[in-house]
């Protein structure tokens, strides 16, 4: 079956906790009644989660841009924050700059870019200190027959 | 097992969703770390934890999470109620312990 290319975005403000995931949510349930395979759901949706929760959490705003065509999905996020000095020590399982009260939610365990990229089929991490960063995922849409 | 069996046995309180305890439970998982939840919990488990907060339904909602026991008789705060309503996420709640509760639901998901 062929479908036409679907894009969309939302917007995200930093520091809105009430409404973080809606852009998430709403994505996930996208693919679903897209009739996706639930496997690569479920991984977009915990990428793409961890990925908003990131602007929510360490920028002041953003945007959650999605590009579903045949083959992918493909899921980019620009914010306006204070950007990542060092890319790689961010992508330490681990490594986490967010403040006390921000653990005390739960957040925070320097889990959610290693997340974002174990669930992605490709991952690409780009930031400017003072300006902001970029994240995209791409993940396949297998569908059933293997060619 | 369903939510409601796992209500009953265990005493707990329903707070939202209470039309959706026929859910299947297919295991738990217990963490008060959200992104381990998301990484780690699977679809149909029950999730046992502390946090209160509005996220903690975004994420039982993503990983279609079989609900969520706050324990220790904390209190989910009205904005976590109002959405879980709206998800249709089952949150209840139990004055006992995360020990207590997994403990007791180790024995009636395992045995
Ligand atoms: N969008 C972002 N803007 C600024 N810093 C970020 C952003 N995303 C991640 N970081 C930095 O990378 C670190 C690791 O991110 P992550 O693995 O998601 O863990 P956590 O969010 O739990 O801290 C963060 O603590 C933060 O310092
Ligand atoms: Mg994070």
């Known amino acids: 079956m062929t479908r036409r290319n679907i894009e969309g975005s939302f917007h995200l403000s930093g520091g809105d906790f009430t409404n973080a995931g809606a852009a998430s949510s709403e994505l996930k349930s996208i693919l679903t009644n897209l009739g996706i395979n639930p ?27 999605y590009l579903i065509t045949q083959d992918t999905i493909k899921v980019v996020l620009n914010d306006m924050g204070p950007g990542i000095p060092d890319i790689d020590r961010a992508m330490t399982e681990g490594y ?18 290693p997340n974002m990229k174990k669930n992605s089929d490709r991952f690409k991490l780009d930031s400017v200190v003072g300006e902001g960063t970029t994240v995209e995922i791409i993940i396949r849409i297998k569908e059933g027959k293997t060619e | 097992m369903n939510v409601q069996e796992i209500v009953d046995a265990l005493s707990l309180e329903v707070k939202t969703a209470k039309g959706d305890l ?17 990484a780690n919990a699977k679809e149909g488990e029950i ?3 502390l946090q209160t907060h509005p996220n903690v339904v975004a994420v039982a909602s993503l ?41 007791m639901l180790y024995k009636m998901l395992r045995c």
């Open chain 2, 22 to 38: 026929s859910r299947t439970v297919t295991g738990c998982y217990i963490s008060d770390l959200l992104s381990d939840v998301m």
């Open chain 2, 47 to 49: 999730w046992i934890t």
């Open chain 1, 39 to 65: 496997e690569i759901v479920r991984r977009a949706a915990i990428a793409t989660f961890e990925a908003e929760m990131n602007v929510i959490i360490h920028a002041v705003a953003g945007v959650m841009y």
């Open chain 1, 96 to 113: 986490s700059t967010a403040p006390d009260w921000i653990r005390e939610m739960g957040w925070g365990a320097g889990m959610g870019l």
């Open chain 2, 63 to 103: 990983k279609n999470l079989g609900g969520i026991i706050v324990t220790n008789r904390r209190s989910p705060e009205a904005e976590t109620l109002q959405k879980a309503e709206n998800e249709g996420v089952v949150i209840a709640v139990s004055p006992l312990s995360t020990f207590e509760v997994g403990g």
